[in-house]
């Protein structure tokens, strides 16, 4: 049922019976409205009546208080109509917006149908194959790009890895030395006998020094 709603297109006649579905909805609420002030306006007329038939039955007046319960009573039979008249317009109105939510509905489904449909149209398992495969070849040419450009060149492309990594762990073992704290130094203390070695020529040389200078005078 569905699947026929959305094949087959609206006619002219069913596009105009939804468009002039709003201004009957809204007439059918200003009918809705003026039955509700109607049956108001009745209530309370007949509530007066009966407050006359009291007025009336302590005065008694039994004649013009049967008249008034009277009055009371068509106007009750009145207000039970409105009532009626009140459901009729209700259940018009629940169907009316129910019909356009359908109607809404069906149209969205159609054009969401037809979008899909134009799409499927505009697209083929060969333009989508193609388009991969371009994106691929795309892709690849990228890649071997970027290869080359990384690619060493001039004097930069003579250099020997084997020798740069053996010159790096050199550098790495001599910055490890380096960073090693060096062992404390051993201090020797001289011998009496050696101090007194090294202290005799220099007493040797005082004494000559004094002989030379007792003959010059």
């Known amino acids: 049922m569905l699947k026929k709603l959305l094949s087959k297109p609206r006619s002219k006649k069913k596009k105009e019976a939804a468009s002039s579905a709003l201004p009957t909805l809204d007439r059918l609420h200003q009918t809705l409205q003026m039955l509700?002030?109607?049956?108001?306006?009745?209530?309370?007329?007949?509530?007066?009546?009966?407050?006359?038939?009291?007025?009336?039955?302590?005065?008694?007046?039994?004649?013009?208080?049967?008249?008034?319960?009277?009055?009371?009573?068509?106007?009750?039979?009145?207000?039970?109509?409105?009532?009626n008249f009140q459901l009729r317009v209700h259940d018009q109105i629940i169907m009316l917006e129910n019909a356009k939510a359908t109607t809404d509905t069906v149209d969205a489904l159609r054009s969401g149908s037809s979008a899909v449909k134009a799409i499927h149209q505009s697209l083929s398992l060969d333009d989508i194959e193609n388009a991969i495969e371009e994106a691929n070849e795309h892709t690849e040419n990228m890649k071997q790009i970027q290869e080359l450009l990384a690619t060493p060149v001039g004097a930069s492309a003579d250099f020997d890895e084997d020798e740069l990594e053996a010159e790096l762990e050199d550098l790495e073992e001599e910055e490890l030395d380096n960073e090693l704290p060096e062992p404390p130094q051993q201090r020797t203390c001289m011998e009496p006998s050696a101090r007194a070695a090294t202290s005799q020529p220099a007493n040797d040389l005082a004494e000559v020094t004094k002989l030379q200078a007792e003959m010059a005078l």
């Open 36 to 83: 509700e002030k109607k049956e108001c306006f009745l209530q309370k007329k007949a509530s007066a009546q009966v407050e006359r038939a009291k007025d009336y039955t302590k005065a008694k007046n039994k004649n013009a208080a049967i008249q008034c319960l009277k009055k009371k009573r068509l106007y009750e039979t009145q207000i039970e109509q409105l009532a």
